[in-house]
């Protein structure tokens, strides 16, 4: 599959970028009675992404929704070009030819997400069905945001069976935001944190280390075996696990958005070894980093 892209070399400042392994996809995702309808593969926010630009020839195998909350872009599909504003939103089925990028003069803040499922086609052509083209108007809602970022607080938190099916059902929820707004009036509380959540904020803060676990559960003033048992139920993996999968994923945002090596990457997420680091990155995301990043990288 052959596309080229564009971004700062460095990213967005503020961006999110969150890639769900392949792996979990094609062992969980596509096979449970809830998730194969409608899954997310990738979701993200790009604030203020100046020369921000994607290009794919023959689109892709994912549906692609884009919002627009500030500044100004552009897309076009199948040959009509169309300007985005704040409180648009696009819809780029699969396998549709495609670009889009940020205006240079006034460069958008998007939230965007990639799907897939048994239904999602459907759901898709009910969105552009109702709109008549591929732009749809939404007025701004803080609560569709919430939604956005409940999806993405959730992710972070690990794959178990109950987190994918949770967050795949917000998105439901989401997507039916999009088709009818008018009824779009539910309120989402932030999420709280507790012992486990505050451990991952820890992690992250720390990315670059590798603790070991009486470090962790002493930081979360547990016992290791309590702590273990209570971290694998509300993340569905043992905290070393979770923490690589931490360590892949910001492993995948500096691989998309800029050009250090990979053992550079390695030694900074805390792995004395390159070839450790590939081949855990490879067994997670069904590539190797340097595929990963012939993937996703942009063209200078």
């Known amino acids: 599959m052959s596309y080229k892209s564009s971004r700062k070399r460095q990213g967005f400042e503020g961006q999110k970028l969150l890639v769900v392994p392949k792996k979990i996809a094609s062992s969980f995702l596509t096979k449970d009675a809830i ?17 921000h630009y994607f290009e794919r020839p023959h689109g892709i195998n994912q549906h692609i929704i884009i919002y627009c909350v500030e500044g100004r872009g552009w897309v076009t599909i199948n040959k009509q070009k169309m300007d985005i504003s704040p409180s648009h939103f696009i819809v780029l089925p699969a396998n549709t030819p495609h670009k889009y990028g940020a205006m240079e ?13 048994d239904i999602a086609t459907y759901v898709v052509n009910l969105i552009t069905n109702h709109s008549q083209n591929y732009l749809p108007y939404l007025s701004f809602n803080e609560n569709r945001i919430k939604l956005f970022e409940e999806i993405c607080f959730h992710f972070e938190q690990g794959y178990s069976a109950d987190t994918l099916r949770y967050v795949n059902m917000i998105f439901y929820h989401f997507l039916s935001s999009l088709l009818y707004e008018e009824k779009y009036n539910q309120a989402v509380k932030a999420p709280g944190k507790d012992a486990i959540a505050m451990t991952i904020e820890r992690m992250k803060e720390k990315i670059n280390t590798n603790p070991s676990l009486n470090d962790l559960a002493s930081s979360a003033h547990m016992s290791v075996t309590h702590f273990c048992n209570l971290f694998r139920i509300q993340t569905g993996f043992s905290p070393i696990e979770y923490f690589n999968h931490l360590k892949v994923q910001q492993a995948c945002q500096t691989l998309a958005f800029t050009s250090r090596a990979i053992k550079e990457i390695a030694d900074e997420l805390g792995f004395s070894d390159q070839y450790y680091f590939s081949r855990m990155f490879s067994r997670l995301m069904g590539m190797s980093p340097s595929d990963y990043r012939k993937r996703n990288r942009t063209t200078e």
Not at 35 to 51: E, H, L, M, R, V
Request: aromatic content about 24%.
């Open 35 to 51: 998730t194969k309808q409608i899954y997310i593969t990738d979701i993200g926010y790009y604030p203020k992404a100046a020369n």
């Open 105 to 117: 003069a006034d460069p958008w803040t998007i939230y965007w997400v990639h799907f897939k499922g």
